[in-house]
């Protein structure tokens, strides 16, 4: 029904059947749609367009929105977005390699955040392990503006390719808050094991604020002119 009560936060999931179901003959909610239960109303009448809080979770019979980052983005890219939105991932081990492309509609007043359901930046691990040198990251900002990741932990385990966060194509306004940064450890040097890359001069106004830094090569390695 809500997105997480543990939290208290009592925002109606878009899956709820509180929504458009309050009292009969209520005055409609702001979206023109009937009154819902609950506290907060749920956009509604914005077509397809996303907006408002969804969950992520890989446990098995979870009721979540999405099972995985990848499936959160698609929906991202396929559908646009309206309003600020925000992830709320639950604990657990997510192996997959996460490109964010540019997301129609993210801006300074609708921007995009995943963040750990529980605030535990150990409790949320997104790792993959790359191979190639044209796939060497394991979350990609690829022309993304203004999304938010915080208080998870991001890690890459390649033994040949370990760049964890790449930033490239004109991404820009990004935040990564409050999360571990965790390299491959070893005593290569090259920028193929950097924990944060970014190799042209247009990835502009990113910030990276009281994360915590491990292993590696760099712990930043931006390229420019």
Not at 156 to 173: C, D, E, F, H
Request: proline share 4%; aromatic share 12%.
């Amino acid at each position: 029904v809500f997105v997480d009560t543990t939290s208290r936060n009592f925002n109606l999931r878009f899956s709820s059947p509180c929504i458009n179901t309050g009292k009969p003959g209520s005055e409609p909610d702001p979206d023109s749609t009937n009154a819902d239960r609950g506290v907060f109303y749920n956009p509604t009448n914005i077509g397809s367009a996303m907006i408002g809080y969804y969950t992520i979770n890989n446990a098995p019979g979870s009721n979540a929105d999405y099972s995985s980052f990848n499936a959160a983005v698609s929906d991202l890219v396929a559908r646009h977005v309206a309003g600020p939105v925000t992830f709320q991932v639950s604990p657990g081990t997510y192996t997959e390699q996460v490109r964010i492309p540019e997301i129609v509609g993210a801006s300074l007043n609708n921007p995009v955040e995943f963040i750990s359901i529980n605030q535990d930046c150990t409790s949320v691990i997104l790792t993959y392990t790359s191979t190639t040198s044209t796939l060497n990251y394991t979350l990609k900002f690829d022309s993304a503006d203004h999304i938010t990741f915080r208080q998870m932990t991001t890690k890459a385990t390649g033994t040949t390719y370990g760049r964890v966060i790449g930033i490239l194509n004109g991404a820009n306004y990004n935040k990564i808050l409050n999360c571990r940064i965790i390299g491959v450890q070893n005593t290569n040097t090259s920028s193929d094991f950097a924990l944060v890359f970014s190799s042209g001069n247009n990835d502009n106004s990113n910030q990276f604020i009281s994360n915590e830094l491990l292993f590696g090569s760099y712990g930043l390695f931006f390229n420019g002119v």
